[in-house]
């Protein structure tokens, strides 16, 4: 069985940090991932709510460097967490468990994975992410540009269900 998520969002509220009987940091937020997609030619977005959890060095460093709002890529696995509410129903949900992460974007130089090192651009995985975060020569937005190609965007409803000819 082959169990991995892979997400790209915002962080939607701060780390809530608490340790295990055994010492071990345990981390816990949610992620705010946006998808955008033409309709009709209408824009639309929508967003999915996803709660994660860091475990061991990982949640030491996400609550050492992240925030409410902050940019990450997470790679994970899926869980399943059953238990019962105060009057008694069972009640279930899906979270993230998070394996890896790589924080991304902003003006904190603390952010973008390089904690500060200006040897290393700031690199954004979110396709939709503003490009002018970091100061480029302008020999290099030139160059950026002209090797820039365009991403046409593909109206999935308009495909039948069955699996020929798909465009990607």
């Known amino acids: 069985m082959f169990n991995k998520v892979v ?3 915002n962080l939607t509220r701060n780390i809530e940090m608490r340790y295990g009987q055994n010492g071990n940091a345990i981390g816990a937020s ?10 009709n030619g209408e824009k639309r977005e929508e967003t999915c709510f996803i709660d994660i959890s860091f475990y061991g060095r990982t949640a030491e460093v996400a609550n050492q460097y992240l925030t409410k709002g ?22 279930s949900k899906h979270s993230v ?20 090192n200006s040897n ?8 939709y992410a503003n490009q002018n975060n970091f100061e480029k020569t302008p020999q290099r937005m030139q160059n950026s540009n002209q090797n820039q190609e365009k991403i046409k965007e ?6 039948d269900s069955d699996d020929t000819d798909l465009p990607f």
């Open 30 to 39: 949610a992620i705010a991932v946006t998808r955008r997609f033409t309709t």
């Open 154 to 159: 593909i109206d999935v409803d308009a495909y």
């Open 120 to 127: 290393y651009e700031n690199q954004s995985y979110d396709p």
């Open 70 to 91: 902050s940019k990450v890529l997470i790679e994970g696995r899926l869980r399943f967490e059953q238990w019962s509410d105060q009057n008694g129903q069972n009640r």
């Open 7 to 9: 997400l790209v969002g």
């Open 97 to 116: 468990q998070v394996e890896n992460m790589e924080m991304l974007g902003g003006n904190n130089p603390t952010q973008g994975g390089n904690f500060g």
